[in-house]
């Protein structure tokens, strides 16, 4: 075929359709030498992860010095790009209209890189065919080469002049199924969070996470993308993320919006009180939170036995009135809940001396009563019990703040009904005054309040036969608008 003439045509056609290219390798004119070979890729347009059929013909070799011309053997040549899916060749020869594979005729198949031979023991006519399934990884284009054929004849090869005649096809790129943007939770001010996304898009690929005024890289790895990002200020931030287009895929976009909090800071907590004290007397106790601030409570106890707990105010100093009960070495501890943005913290081991109660003096004991769990707006009834009976008051305190003071009974007993504003667990303290030679007393309580089933949610019907607010003609009016 050396010196011999190349005649080729073939057009592209639409997607899903396949695109063939043909050829011919002259001889001697006179003689009317004469090869016609073909190439075909099932599909003229694809996308990047798809599978394409090509096939590798000789048509018809004749004249009258090629007619006898038969062929060793035939080769699918094919770039890097696309690979090749194991155990689809199949070939045929004249006058055989079946195909043979791997499977039927191993000894033929001699597969090698970016190149499929079929070597023939016994010289084969023409027609000849060959074709096998391929991936298509190649990068997007309009116009992406698959490579050619070859083959050896009775009067010579085709070397290397065919091996990339085939026809081109487009390759479009593939989208990516899975990208993934996880929400971080906890956020804080100054703390460095991950950022993360679940892809399957192909390793390395870019992504830049966009947050706060920052633009973040990151390259997949794993299945994941990840950038660590410092939020620079409480609040809600969109978090978007961007797979960048490559030459295979196409890119993608997600958001995700986070809550950031202020920057949680630990906090101090200092114990004030008397290094002495005596039993049945009222001695204060205080304490000082750092940072100041209001919000949370601040639990006094005495050898693990709670006091009182009241709540912070915005200069961070707490106060609770302590009576001791018992004389010696007394610990008094104190615990602070926390707020938001500062962490709780515990001062330990404040020791106080309690001398005996005054030879002339007795203690006393006040018992709060326990209480049922109140809805909201309901009314609690306190009731404190002093004992022994000697007069006096008995203060109500909801934490630190004064509910009302009242009279102890000549049964030694003190009671107020209360209308709780606020909903949750709430520590009533009953602190008794004391009288004549009797000593002052406080007793505590836990009373809950749960928010009122009575007033119906916004949108729920009214039992029927209740009167709304807007009843009347009137009302009934105003009352459908706002519907």
Request: glycine letters at 10%; one cysteine or more; hydrophobic letters at 35%.
């Amino acid at each position: 075929m050396a010196g011999a003439a190349l005649v080729v045509g073939g057009a592209g056609v639409a997607s899903a359709e396949p695109v063939s290219k043909t050829g011919e390798v002259t001889g001697n004119s006179v003689l009317g030498n004469r090869l016609e070979f073909k190439r075909t890729v099932s599909e003229r347009e694809v996308t990047h992860g798809d599978t394409v059929t090509i096939t590798s013909e000789i048509i018809d070799s004749y004249g009258s010095s090629w007619f006898a011309n038969t062929h060793s053997w035939i080769e699918n040549n094919t770039p890097e790009c696309l690979d090749y899916v194991e155990d689809t060749a199949r070939w045929r020869a004249w006058p055989n209209t079946d195909f043979e594979t791997p499977t039927t005729k191993p000894g033929e198949f001699k597969p090698s890189a970016n190149a499929i031979r079929i070597d023939f023991p016994v010289r084969v006519s023409d027609p000849l065919v060959l074709e096998a399934d391929y991936v298509v990884k190649c990068d997007a284009g309009n116009e992406v080469a698959t490579g050619g054929m070859s083959w050896r004849g009775t009067y010579g090869s085709s070397d290397d002049n065919f091996k990339n005649f085939g026809p081109a096809i487009k390759v479009n790129r593939a989208s990516v199924s899975q990208f993934f943007l996880a929400a971080p939770s906890a956020l804080e001010v100054n703390e460095a969070a991950t950022l993360t996304v679940d892809t399957n898009a192909p390793e390395g690929s870019d992504v830049i996470f966009e947050v706060d005024g920052q633009s973040l890289p990151a390259k997949v790895s794993g299945g994941k993308a990840t950038a660590t990002w410092t939020p620079s200020s409480a609040g809600t931030q969109t978090v978007t993320a961007t797979l960048q287009q490559t030459g295979t895929h196409l890119g993608k976009s997600t958001q995700r919006t986070v809550s950031v909090a202020e920057q949680t800071v630990d906090s101090t907590l200092t114990i004030n009180a008397p290094t002495d004290a005596q039993v049945g007397v009222v001695t204060q106790l205080s304490a000082t939170v750092l940072p100041e601030g209001a919000g949370g409570t601040v639990t006094f106890t005495e050898q693990g036995e709670v006091i009182d707990s009241v709540p912070v105010p915005a200069s961070g100093v707490v106060t609770v009135d302590w009576i001791p009960a018992a004389e010696g070495q007394r610990s008094i501890d104190a615990i602070f809940s926390g707020r938001t943005g500062v962490n709780g913290s515990t001062a330990i081991g404040k020791s106080v001396t309690v001398a005996p109660k005054a030879a002339d003096m007795q203690s006393s004991t006040t018992t709060v009563s326990p209480v049922e769990i109140t809805e909201l707006g309901g009314t609690v009834v306190l009731t404190a019990t002093v004992d022994p009976v000697a007069g006096g008051t008995v203060s109500f305190y909801d934490g630190a703040t004064l509910i009302e003071t009242v009279d102890v009974d000549a049964n030694g007993v003190a009671t107020y009904s209360w209308t709780p504003e606020t909903e949750g667990e709430r520590t009533v303290r009953a602190a008794y005054s004391g009288a004549g030679t009797v000593l002052p007393s406080a007793g505590t309580t836990t009373v809950v309040i749960s928010s009122s089933s009575d007033t119906p949610e916004p949108g729920d019907p009214l039992e029927p036969g209740t009167p709304s607010d807007n009843s009347g003609s009137l009302g009934s009016l105003t009352g459908s608008l706002g519907s």
